[in-house]
């Protein structure tokens, strides 16, 4: 019996030791992220700078545990940044203020230091020693283009693609397009000027010539070969004329280029609808204004106008949105129709698609001058055909992607 009450008392002896030892042990372990090896008895843990208790298991052994005298490397675990919650987190330096705060405090105050003696005057507020502690310290990406409306997005605007009151010729040509159709025009009008006079001239000159009186005893001949070949062979020669220079136009107008721009749109009575399907399918509807009041031109379709950007001669014309579109890039519109043909035109810019139910048809511009540019529906769709206008306006790269933005953040209600 006295026996047994010895080992008793020895073996608690011994784990009072044991337990001693490891305290001593974990408070030797690695700090302040050093790595620490210590001899270690069976079955024996330690807590890692996370304050979690692990085993800590010898590769070699079978068991869960080491063998006694094992030495274990023992690495502390990085600490992991708690996740951000509601609670002001205080800034080292100030208590009870988070960290981001003082920074922001230190620079709305001038000659404010940091703990080096750093004026953050003289230091970018996105420098890592400024941030160094707060909770976030990677500022805030926010767009430009949310806290900004769409005409200081786009600046000031000329319009150019407009129709002109009493005006008979085009528009000014803004894309290649259009300056290939007015130059076509031109050279068709040449051709047809010279067969006009050449014709007017000839029956002219056979009225005089030929008259009752100049010549009262007509000719009895039928048939003149020569003039026949003639009259056959040249009317040919000048059609393959105009062939040879119309063509061209019409294939540029057909062949569809990879476009930097892909926007499609669809006519519905009566306004049009846009989607930018590489652009996480960015859609939106487009009104004229003065829709809202009977299509008339009223005090607040004029308010409407002037807080647009636009003048009263501009009704019909305008939109309350507009589609928009970077200067010098290919732009490819997917047109069709949503319930009877419509057609998609813009005479600036010398294209006109008809939009059809069920069809899908294209064409493609590429503008070179930044600028707002009108056109409207070509195609008789219904009673309120002349009140769906289109506006395109022609802006930077830079102005496009900020406008890009604010709209992926719906930062915009008219543009």
């Known amino acids: 019996m006295k026996m047994l009450t010895l080992k008793a008392l020895a073996l608690v002896a011994a784990t009072a030791i044991g337990a001693i030892g490891a305290i001593a042990q974990q408070a030797d372990i690695a700090e302040d992220g050093a790595t620490t090896t210590v001899p270690l008895t069976e079955g024996e843990v330690v807590t890692a700078p996370d304050a979690t208790t692990v085993p800590l298991v010898d590769e070699d052994a079978e068991a ?13 675990v990085e ?6 919650t509601d609670e002001a987190v205080p800034a080292e330096g100030e208590a009870g203020v988070p960290g981001d705060e003082n920074v922001r405090r230190a620079q709305e105050v001038e000659g404010a230091e940091l703990p080096d003696g750093t004026e953050l005057t003289e230091q970018p507020a996105d420098a890592a020693d400024i941030n160094a502690g707060n909770p976030d310290p990677e500022p805030v990406d926010v767009t430009v283009a949310e806290a900004r409306t769409a005409a200081e997005i786009f ?15 085009f528009q000014p040509a803004a894309t290649s397009l259009a300056a290939e159709i007015h130059w076509l025009d031109a050279f068709l009008l040449v051709v047809i000027t010279v067969i006009a ?6 029956i002219a000159w056979v009225i005089v010539r030929y008259n009752r009186r100049s010549n009262p005893n007509p000719a009895q001949f039928t048939h003149n070969s020569p003039l026949e070949v003639t009259w056959t062979v040249v009317p040919i020669l000048i059609l393959v004329a105009i062939g040879a220079f119309s063509l061209p136009v019409l294939f540029d107008q057909q062949r569809i280029p990879e476009g930097d721009v892909v926007v499609k749109v669809t006519g519905y009575q009566w306004f049009w609808e846009y989607e930018y399907p590489e652009e996480d399918g960015i859609t939106f509807a487009s009104y004229m204004i003065g829709a809202d009041t009977g299509n008339l031109l009223t005090e607040d379709s004029l308010a409407q106008l002037q807080a647009a950007g636009y003048t009263e001669d501009h009704f ?9 579109v970077p200067v010098g890039k290919t732009i490819v519109m997917q ?17 006109k698609q008809d939009g059809i139910p069920g069809r899908l048809a294209q064409l493609w511009f590429r503008a070179d001058e930044e600028g707002v540019y009108f056109g409207q529906c070509s195609e008789l769709c219904g009673i309120a055909h002349a009140y769906m206008p289109i506006t395109v306006k022609v802006v930077s790269e830079e102005a496009y992607a900020e406008w890009l933005a604010a709209m992926k953040a719906e930062a915009l209600e008219t543009w």
């Open 64 to 76: 869960a545990t080491p063998a006694e005298g094992a030495e274990v490397t023992i690495v502390p």
């Open 79 to 84: 600490t992991v940044t708690p996740e951000a």
């Open 155 to 169: 600046g000031p605007l000329p319009i150019i693609g407009e129709p002109q009151h009493g005006g008979i010729g």
């Open 197 to 202: 006079l050449f014709v007017t001239g000839l």
């Open 316 to 324: 019909r014309l305008a939109t309350d949105t507009s589609v928009v």
């Open 335 to 351: 047109v069709t129709g949503g319930d009877v043909i419509h057609s998609w035109t813009i005479p600036s810019f010398g294209v």
